[in-house]
């Protein structure tokens, strides 16, 4: 059928089956839009088959709710019945949980829009009767839609005639008494062939309730037929979700898988509103269940890796503070060696680097950062002589799996580091292949002196705030002293882009730079992820060049799967892509904080994605349990503070923005934000004395144009705000990228002025 037509719809692409049809994405020539076109399998259908395909059809178009997918048309064409969605972009539930454990947020919030979707088909008298993950689609910029009504039930004639539905939508589109459904989601009720109401639905959203907590289905055996006495028979397996999931949520879902309808929720309204009471304010302390859950449930749901490690920092036992730099290096090499392993999860280095000082179990370690193996050690350094040990740790019993101490002169630290990994690799049973062989050579610097200039760039840089200056000085050291050293440009490179990034560097005079060293050091080592990803970064800031970023954060990815910045500056880049990828950039971004789940970053591009999507709920959730966690992170004060300012709640934006500007000594982000939020709530004073503020300073240090023009727009001074976003488009500011899909913009994306520039940029979807 591809290529031909239906009335005015002409068929691209076939896309899936439901029930009763095949689905093709279609063209609506009249409205030229892009639908999804259900019609019948069979060649010559049977009355009854019609029939049915249209009740069905009807059934779904009764129910225009949110979170169920859309009727535009029923029809016949050539004798060819069809029905017309709205056309969906994303996946199916089944597909994501197919792909990795979901987050706790994220599983609450799927529920509830599923459960929504439920209430109002059966407010509306219809049972779906096949719920399912593979029936529920969500979209990428993270809505949920129940799809597929093929198997559905009628119970109350009367409340669809009264919604204006002819009696032909009234009949039941499947015969009570027959056992349909998909087995792993029927009820007993259901396997019984009994008659089966709104509770088999309640029993099919507990089913996947527990598959949302879990990442797997409470009564899967390993045939049909044991499936089903599972269902029958066994209770359900309320152990096997997360103890640090709620308990009240774990009830909810127990209830639900009730064997007696009885027993159950007696109507889905009464499991929205026993959801509902979930919602934990952000303000709750660390110790409640919601913080623990919602910051590991990601990990936690599932074991973690059979081939997973977690390298701690090594203890500096040289007695010199001063060359904490070089065993924090060390510590930091072996993490990005091993890291190339394929196979193997790395914690990230920020995650690991928590732990630096603490007097803490292996077991903890193991648990917090949901690892199996634990490599720990330590460093003396005298003169020329350095001395290393390593241990490697198995977390389930505390045993050593292997050791080894080194006493080697200073210029074998490359040697050393490479054996500990080839090491690591044996014992986790990872094949060395020639391409991991070539990763654990990780390339050394000339001599060790721009070793050690490297190493002390990056001890400062990983301190942020002034460090990322000072550490910038120590790149250019070390590559004045070995001029070949590809990693010392793709650090100079990327911190380059850093300071453009935080608006601590006017952009034209770090970016080019940047650009520069990039160049040089993918041409010095094509290998390096590190080299890939700074190039990335001059792609994504400087150029403008989406795919190109892409193809660059790919290829970093490629190298080393566990490189972090590469997975959240990626996710970030999906939001300027040909349209809104929200659901790929929050997977991104969930992967990024799986890996390196106590950094700040991670956790910040994952906040600022979901308030793009306008999930704010989910937004506020995440960052008040984060930083009711660990207060540190204050970047996340910024995704708080929008998103109480798009959900209205004024006092609560003002308040988080008013912490977050003090504790970054008045960044122009914050207090741009501040003003913003200050004038929203009618403050326009305190807006304005913010403006004349971050005017003053403009004149003597560097203030983006981006932080200038909010308090003008929000105050509704939209030809000033716009002189400084063309502002912004001139020095090539990275700050404008945000403007794109930030929601306190979006009145100036409606500018044609602002349209013009974002097409210039290449964003094309939003002009």
Not at 76 to 102: H, I
């Amino acid at each position: 059928m591809i290529g031909q037509s239906i009335a005015h719809y002409r068929i691209v692409k076939k896309i899936g089956a439901g029930g009763m049809g095949e689905v093709f994405l279609a063209e609506d020539t009249k409205l030229e839009r892009r639908v999804a076109i259900k019609v019948l399998l069979t060649t010559t259908p049977s009355e009854a088959q019609v029939a049915r395909f249209q009740r069905e059809a009807k059934a779904a178009a009764a129910l225009n709710h949110p979170n169920i997918v859309s009727i535009h048309e029923l029809g016949q064409a050539g004798g060819t019945p069809y029905v017309v969605m709205e056309w969906l972009e994303g996946r199916t539930l089944r597909e994501e949980l197919d792909e990795a454990p979901l987050s706790l947020a994220i599983a609450l919030t799927y529920a509830r829009d599923i459960v929504q979707g439920v209430v109002a088909a059966h407010e509306k008298g219809i049972c779906h009767r096949d719920l399912k993950p593979a029936n529920v689609f969500i979209t990428t910029d993270g809505r949920v839609k129940i799809l597929d009504f093929g198997l559905a039930q009628v119970r109350n004639t009367d409340q669809l005639l009264a919604a204006g539905f002819d009696s032909a939508a009234t009949g039941l589109v499947t015969t009570p008494g027959t056992m349909i459904g998909t087995t792993s989601y029927m009820s007993p009720e259901q396997l019984r062939g009994e008659p089966a109401d709104h509770r088999s639905d309640i029993f099919a959203v507990g089913l996947m309730f527990f598959e949302l907590l879990t990442g797997s289905r409470p009564f899967q055996e390993a045939t049909v037929v044991e499936t089903m006495h599972a269902i029958l028979k066994q209770p359900a397996p309320l152990d096997r979700i997360d103890p640090t999931v709620p308990r009240p949520l774990i009830d909810i879902v127990g209830r639900c898988l009730e064997k007696r309808p009885a027993d159950r929720f007696e109507s889905a309204r009464d499991l929205a509103v026993a959801l509902q009471t979930l919602t934990r304010p952000p303000s709750a302390t660390s110790s409640t269940a919601w913080d623990l859950a919602d910051r590991r449930l990601v990990s936690r749901s599932a074991p973690p890796p059979r081939t997973s490690i977690a390298v701690l920092p090594f203890a500096n036992m040289s007695g010199d503070a001063d060359m904490e730099f070089f065993s924090d290096g060390v510590t930091e090499e072996l993490i990005n060696t091993i890291a190339h392993l394929k196979g193997v999860q790395v914690a990230a280095r920020t995650s690991s680097f928590a732990f630096k000082g603490k007097s803490v179990g292996i077991a903890e370690v193991g648990k917090a950062l949901n690892v199996t193996t634990v490599l720990e050690g330590s460093v003396r350094r005298a003169g020329q002589k350095l001395r290393i040990t390593a241990q490697l740790i198995n977390v389930a019993n505390g045993y050593h799996l292997w050791s080894e101490k080194y006493d080697r002169q200073l210029d074998d630290v490359f040697a050393i580091q490479e054996d500990i990994a080839t090491n690591i690799a044996r014992k986790l049973e990872v094949a060395l292949t020639t391409s991991a062989v070539g990763a654990l050579a990780r390339p050394a610097a000339a001599t060790i002196e721009a070793y050690d200039l490297y190493l002390k760039g990056r001890y400062l840089v990983e301190q942020r705030g002034e460090g990322l200056a000072k550490g910038l000085e120590f790149f250019k050291q070390a590559i004045a002293v070995d001029p070949q050293y590809a990693l010392a440009y793709a650090g100079l490179s990327e911190t380059l882009s850093l300071l453009a990034v935080y608006a601590v560097v006017p952009p034209p005079r770090a970016l080019p730079e940047a650009k520069a060293a990039a160049t040089r050091a993918v041409e010095l080592d094509d290998r390096l992820a590190e080299a890939h990803n700074a190039m990335a970064l001059v792609r994504l800031f400087h150029d403008w060049d989406w795919s190109g970023a892409a193809a660059e954060f790919n290829r970093a990815l490629d190298i080393n799967p566990n490189y972090v910045p590469s997975r959240y500056w990626k996710a970030l880049l999906y939001l300027q892509m040909v349209k809104s990828e929200h659901g790929e950039a929050i997977r991104e971004s969930l992967r990024a904080v799986e890996l390196d789940p106590i950094a700040m970053l991670p956790a910040y591009s994952l906040g600022l994605i979901l308030v793009n999507a306008g999930r704010y709920d989910e937004a506020i959730a995440r960052c008040g349990a984060w930083l009711a966690e660990d207060p540190s992170q204050f970047l996340l004060l910024r995704v708080l503070g929008a998103a109480y300012l798009c959900t209205g709640r004024h006092d609560e934006a003002i308040a988080a923005l008013e912490k977050g500007s003090a504790v970054s000594h008045r960044h122009p982000w914050f207090i741009g934000e501040l003003g913003a939020a200050y004038a929203t709530a009618g403050r326009t004073a305190d807006a304005a004395a913010i403006q004349a503020e971050l005017v003053a300073r403009a004149g003597t240090t560097y203030i983006s144009p981006i932080s200038l023009s909010l308090i003008p727009l929000t105050l509704g001074h939209v030809d000033e705000s716009v002189r400084y976003l063309e502002r912004a488009f001139e020095a090539k500011d990275p700050m404008l990228i945000g403007t794109t899909n930030w929601p306190m913009y979006s009145e100036a994306r409606r500018d044609p002025r602002v349209q013009r520039i974002f097409e210039r940029m290449g964003v094309r979807w939003m002009a």
